[in-house]
């Protein structure tokens, strides 16, 4: 991770179904709200997905003009290792990694908005959000930020 002074325009992107393929895992996904054990196989297997190069080189360009990228996920922060680790090795370009703290049940859209808010204070400064969830998404929007949401076509296995 590389921490340099940006100017005031910064990406924020999800990781899961944004930069990663993570769709072969959806099988092991917990109920929303579930205690953090339930999704541990999930988290612990999200080393293996393949990246989305599409989203990367976008956010490669973007980081290369200058823009601060921050990769934000709603995994817990247990799970930073693993997420830092897959972040670096396909070269997906982040100046800061926001995690959901433990024991932290909220959906989401709260929890990321909350993240970032508490990070950021002056949302002014984020030009772009990018997420695969509609509700994510949605909730990005009604704080006056623009967002672009990830349909991306699946990675051979």
Request: proline share 6%.
């Amino acid at each position: 991770m590389k921490k340099t002074d940006r100017t005031k325009r910064w990406v924020v992107c999800d990781i899961d179904h944004s930069v990663s393929d993570a769709r072969w895992r959806d099988g092991m996904m917990a109920p929303e709200g579930s205690a953090a054990t339930a999704w541990d196989a999930y988290n612990e297997a999200a080393k293996d997905d393949r990246p989305i190069p599409e989203v990367i080189e976008l956010l490669r360009a973007l980081h290369n003009d200058g823009w601060g990228t921050v990769a934000l996920t709603a995994r817990p922060i247990k799970w930073k290792p693993v997420t830092q680790s897959w972040l670096l090795e396909h070269d997906v370009p982040f100046d800061e990694l926001l995690m959901r703290p433990h024991e932290d049940f909220r959906p989401a859209p709260m929890v990321k908005v909350s993240l970032i808010m508490k990070r950021f204070g002056n949302l002014a400064d984020i030009r772009l959000v990018i997420d695969d969830r509609s509700d994510v998404i949605a909730a990005f929007l009604e704080q006056g930020i623009t967002a672009l949401q990830v349909h991306a076509r699946r990675t051979e296995r």
